[in-house]
């Protein structure tokens, strides 16, 4: 399984548009990068999935570089209720395959 | 219905208490896992079911006992567990193939005296 690296934890304000970057150098060709949010006494929410280029959704965007070493999620006009973590994995969603959950970032959005 | 429930949202027990958690989906998902998660710290899987066997077991002790009695629900069985067992405990499910995602449980807060 590709590890995760992410920074620990970034400040914004409100209506800032936020990058969090993701280090997978060791990702495998089949390996699909998954984000997800969780607010504290939570589970985890998932936001947005992709494999190659830009994948955009409601929510966020994801960004990701022709070598996949790396994805950055952006967050566009970030409100005070997308203060969370956030959670970078990859990997492939086979039946029998392990989900480790790296470190996760925590975002605080400041008024 | 896109809703994974959990029960109960809190439990206080004692060591020498016997438990279980529930888990339910309906949304036809064949996986299910188990996570337990400490306060500031990221989820770590326990147990995943695929088609109601168990298939992955991440050396949890074996004061936990996972139950997977139909294809919709999951539970969690507990007994003489430590202090350190106090956790979030997550339980998620997934359709079971291809690039689809995790859909998680709001949990149950787990004391234990």
């Known amino acids: 399984l590709a590890k995760t690296t992410q920074p620990i934890s970034m400040d914004s304000y409100e209506g800032q548009e936020v990058n969090i970057t993701c280090s997978h150098n060791?990702?495998?060709?089949?390996?699909?990068i998954t984000w997800y949010q969780q607010f504290p006494s939570q589970g985890p929410r998932f936001i947005i999935q992709?494999?190659?280029t830009k994948v955009t959704n409601e929510v966020a965007s994801l960004f990701i570089p022709a070598d996949r070493k790396s994805s950055t999620l952006s967050l566009p006009r970030v409100s005070l209720s997308d203060t969370a973590v956030y959670y970078c994995?990859?990997?492939?969603?086979?039946?029998?395959?392990?989900?480790?959950f790296g470190k996760g970032t925590r975002l605080h959005i400041l008024p | 219905d896109t809703e994974v429930t959990q029960t109960p949202k809190h439990l206080v027990m004692g060591m020498t208490n016997k438990k279980s958690l529930k888990c339910e989906q309906h949304?036809?998902?064949?996986?299910m896992y188990w996570y337990k998660q400490k306060a500031k710290k990221p989820p770590e899987l326990m147990f995943v079911?695929?088609?109601?066997?168990?298939?992955i077991n991440e050396s949890v002790p074996s004061r936990f006992s996972p139950e997977c009695p139909n294809s919709s629900l999951l539970n969690l069985h507990l007994h003489a567990l430590q202090p350190e067992d106090s956790a979030l405990y997550l339980c998620?499910?997934?359709?079971?193939?291809?690039?689809?995602?995790?859909?998680f449980g709001p949990g149950t807060r787990l004391t234990v005296l």
């Open positions: 998620a499910s997934r359709k079971g193939r291809g690039t689809d995602t995790q859909y």
């Open positions: 060791n990702i495998a060709t089949n390996d699909y």
């Open positions: 992709g494999y190659k």
């Open positions: 994995l990859v990997g492939v969603l086979n039946r029998d395959d392990k989900i480790i």
């Open positions: 949304m036809g998902h064949r996986a």
């Open positions: 079911y695929s088609y109601e066997k168990l298939s």
